[in-house]
């Protein structure tokens, strides 16, 4: 008995914590939730729908669906069809996280542009993509995010950046891995290795020349290392901070290699640029005009302009590493997705093949794409259709409001507490038949023709981290589909089945691109 009342003695206290710390916690939840419900009452809210789940405190039941409809490669499908149900605006329990998801446009601009200082990416993005491309312009927020944003935006005014006879380059590659014989090619893979040639050439000064089937590329297989991280990626981000505890050799190594390379080319501008500043230092006048001599060959090199704004090795490796993830992923997806519709829609290549053949020149320019009106109305139905980013996510710093979703009719604004994920699925509003009409499943370029869809229409995102990139994404894709089709007079689809989703950090054909083409005769 006198040795237990010491110990007893010992235990109230962390009893008495411990009980103190339930109540104190309960007692804020409640005055939150109090304090909430007045704030709403004030501004005007009502709360959105919200979705039934058999387990109401982590939604096990709704996960479950998600991974289902994930593992048979349908999410985008089940998403949609959720919306359907629910409303445009609704919200959802993710692991006892409160989420609202949204198609609503006017929503969608409160976040990206109106309401913008009031959201940030969240630490779900961050965590997944920081080991690979470390802090920049897609991972950054608030100052970081402006100086990334400062640094690298001047560079995507130039116009050596839109280099068409780089790409006719890894252009004639992409064309000599077509079969001319008949037989069966999946053009999404082709895609996806000319959009790793053309980035790592522009961004880096050197390619990683994957479409070489004979040759090793750069330094072994930076393809290959770059896919394996995007894919482990996009895990990390579906598994949040789960993933922190999951040790993966593979793709820290991976990481290595991929930043490794990187680091030879940026020591390499670096040093070129600090032998220019000395040269141009003890001699002005040689400052002429070749100021562009130490870089590769005389060409435009994305690393060697940056170079000259910042002499910080890790800055230039993770905003390069950044925008090689966007030039490579948003393009190839784009066109094999593109291609993926035209090759089962003969009356499409028809009229494709009309402006095309109405060039009427052999070498064209930036200028002659940029009046091929159907073309660039097929680019947006499959951007529409197929959004290279279908899904996306802030989470609010701050109390605020979403100006519709709230009620029974879904028309009234919608409070927004501190620390909420709103989650605005652009496949889902890209084919919302209020907006495109009652046949927004089906791909028809022709649609465009009179439609401005404002914020309903977001592939490239908006607001003021609209992407840097989207013009240059677009003149590839045009570029890249002129040129087959002056190489290519005929086309046969071969994918069997529907379209489905093959989602990581873009979305693109589950099935890849399975075409026949048929050469032009010389």
Request: glycine share 6%; charged share 20%.
């Given at each position: 008995?006198?040795?237990?009342?010491?110990?007893?003695?010992?235990?109230?206290?962390?009893?008495?914590?411990?009980?103190?710390?339930?109540?104190?916690?309960?007692?804020?939840?409640?005055?939150?939730?109090?304090?909430?419900?007045?704030?709403?009452?004030?501004?005007?809210?009502?709360?959105?729908?919200?979705?039934?789940?058999?387990?109401?405190?982590?939604?096990?039941?709704?996960?479950?669906?998600?991974?289902?409809?994930?593992?048979?490669?349908?999410?985008?499908?089940?998403?949609?069809?959720?919306?359907?149900?629910?409303?445009?605006?609704?919200?959802?329990?993710?692991?006892?996280?409160?989420?609202?998801?949204?198609?609503?446009?006017?929503?969608?601009?409160?976040?990206?542009?109106?309401?913008?200082?009031?959201?940030?990416?969240?630490?779900?993005?961050?965590?997944?993509?920081?080991?690979?491309?470390?802090?920049?312009?897609?991972?950054?927020?608030?100052?970081?995010?402006?100086?990334?944003?400062?640094?690298?935006?001047?560079?995507?005014?130039?116009?050596?950046?839109?280099?068409?006879?780089?790409?006719?380059?890894?252009?004639?590659?992409?064309?000599?891995?077509?079969?001319?014989?008949?037989?069966?090619?999946?053009?999404?893979?082709?895609?996806?290795?000319?959009?790793?040639?053309?980035?790592?050439?522009?961004?880096?000064?050197?390619?990683?020349?994957?479409?070489?089937?004979?040759?090793?590329?750069?330094?072994?297989?930076?393809?290959?290392?770059?896919?394996?991280?995007?894919?482990?990626?996009?895990?990390?981000?579906?598994?949040?901070e789960i993933s922190l505890l999951i040790p993966n050799r593979q793709f820290k190594g991976d990481c290595s290699f991929v930043q490794a390379w990187v680091d030879r080319l940026v020591k390499e501008a670096l040093r070129s640029t600090q032998r220019e500043t000395e040269t141009v230092s003890a001699n002005p006048k040689a400052f002429g005009a070749s100021s562009d001599s130490f870089m590769p060959k005389g060409r435009y090199v994305f690393l060697y302009e940056l170079a000259k704004q910042t002499n910080d090795p890790i800055i230039l490796r993770s905003e390069l590493l950044n925008l090689l993830i966007a030039s490579r992923d948003t393009t190839a997806a784009l066109l094999g997705n593109m291609w993926f519709e035209i090759a089962r829609r003969p009356d499409v290549w028809a009229k494709l093949r009309e402006e095309v053949d109405g060039l009427g020149v052999e070498k064209f320019t930036i200028a002659h794409l940029k009046g091929m009106k159907y073309l660039y109305s097929c680019l947006d139905e499959s951007l529409r259709l197929h959004p290279p980013v279908p899904v996306n996510s802030r989470t609010s710093l701050r109390d605020t409001i979403l100006p519709v979703g709230g009620g029974d009719n879904g028309k009234s604004p919608v409070f927004v507490s501190r620390g909420t994920i709103i989650g605005y699925n652009l496949f889902a509003m890209h084919r919302r038949k209020d907006i495109y009409g009652p046949d927004a499943d089906d791909f028809r370029p022709e649609r465009w023709e009179n439609l401005r869809p404002g914020w309903a229409f977001l592939p490239f995102n908006g607001g003021s981290r609209v992407c840097l990139g989207r013009q240059l994404a677009l003149t590839e894709a045009a570029y890249v589909t002129v040129r087959l089709m002056q190489e290519f007079t005929g086309i046969e689809g071969k994918s069997c089945e529907p379209w489905r989703e093959s989602l990581h950090l873009t979305c693109c054909s589950y099935g890849g691109t399975k075409v026949i083409l048929t050469p032009a005769q010389t």
């Open positions: 008995m006198e040795c237990l009342l010491p110990a007893r003695l010992t235990m109230f206290p962390l009893l008495l914590i411990t009980f103190s710390s339930v109540i104190i916690a309960t007692g804020l939840k409640v005055w939150r939730r109090r304090h909430f419900q007045k704030l709403r009452q004030a501004r005007g809210c009502d709360l959105p729908k919200k979705i039934s789940a058999k387990d109401p405190i982590l939604g096990i039941d709704s996960l479950l669906g998600s991974c289902k409809s994930l593992k048979h490669h349908r999410y985008l499908e089940h998403a949609t069809n959720r919306f359907a149900e629910h409303g445009t605006t609704f919200e959802s329990n993710m692991m006892g996280t409160t989420v609202i998801n949204t198609v609503e446009p006017e929503n969608i601009k409160a976040i990206l542009s109106t309401a913008f200082d009031h959201y940030e990416l969240g630490p779900r993005r961050k965590n997944a993509f920081t080991p690979l491309i470390g802090h920049g312009i897609f991972t950054s927020d608030g100052v970081s995010w402006k100086h990334s944003r400062q640094l690298l935006r001047p560079n995507f005014s130039r116009e050596q950046f839109y280099n068409l006879s780089l790409l006719e380059y890894h252009i004639r590659h992409l064309i000599d891995a077509i079969p001319r014989d008949g037989s069966v090619v999946d053009l999404q893979d082709l895609f996806f290795r000319f959009t790793m040639d053309a980035g790592t050439e522009l961004l880096f000064g050197k390619s990683a020349l994957s479409l070489l089937s004979e040759t090793d590329g750069i330094d072994g297989n930076f393809s290959d290392a770059f896919s394996r991280c995007q894919a482990t990626m996009t895990k990390n981000y579906c598994l949040g």
